[in-house]
């Protein structure tokens, strides 16, 4: 507000917890470790925070563990990613200030990455996939013939904007 020529702002700081919003993803491979040019089958379960399984769509990856000796793993915290502390903000000069056109394109891809011969960094992955309704998919991945501890991670979402993530690891030795 204006008030003897100057302009005063004024708020009240709301923290909404998104607890609620954190969904559960389990990764489950189907042996313990595994031999060259082996099918691994992992069950991808997802749950709500209650525990009750959920229909979600998801990203599952699969890379060598080696590479995270060169660089650690930089790979947000998803559901930190979209629901966090946000401090109390105006835009006094116009709501039109963010609105923009910036180009950009399409992203996307399939499945798989991974030759069956060669030394590889990302084994599988693919972008979209999705549990069915009683909240699993099991994913079979076709290991190559090198032994190694791959890392395979899951990122996911849902209609309701649940959001969760986990990764585990695999060995073929």
Do not use: C
């Not at 793993?73 to 910036?102: E, V």
């Amino acid at each position: 507000f204006f008030t003897d020529g100057k302009y005063y702002s004024e708020g009240v700081a709301l923290n909404v917890p998104s607890m609620h919003k954190l969904m559960q993803v389990e990764l489950r491979p189907d042996k313990d470790s595994y031999q060259p040019n082996d099918t691994a089958y992992i069950t991808v379960v997802t749950k709500d925070s209650k525990g009750n399984k959920i229909p979600a769509q998801f990203s599952l990856g699969v890379v060598d563990e080696a590479i995270y000796g060169l660089r650690k793993d930089a790979t947000p915290l998803i559901h930190s990613s979209f629901y966090f502390y946000r401090g109390r903000s105006t835009n006094a000069s116009s709501s039109l200030t963010s609105i923009g056109s910036f180009g950009g394109g399409g992203g996307g891809g399939g499945g798989g990455g991974g030759s069956n011969n060669k030394m590889v960094d990302t084994l599988f992955w693919a972008p979209i996939l999705s549990t069915k309704e009683n909240g699993e998919l099991v994913v079979p991945v076709k290991l190559n013939k090198i032994k190694t501890i791959w890392r395979i991670q899951a990122i996911a979402s849902d209609d309701a904007t649940d959001l969760g993530q986990s990764t585990i690891k695999i060995q073929v030795k």
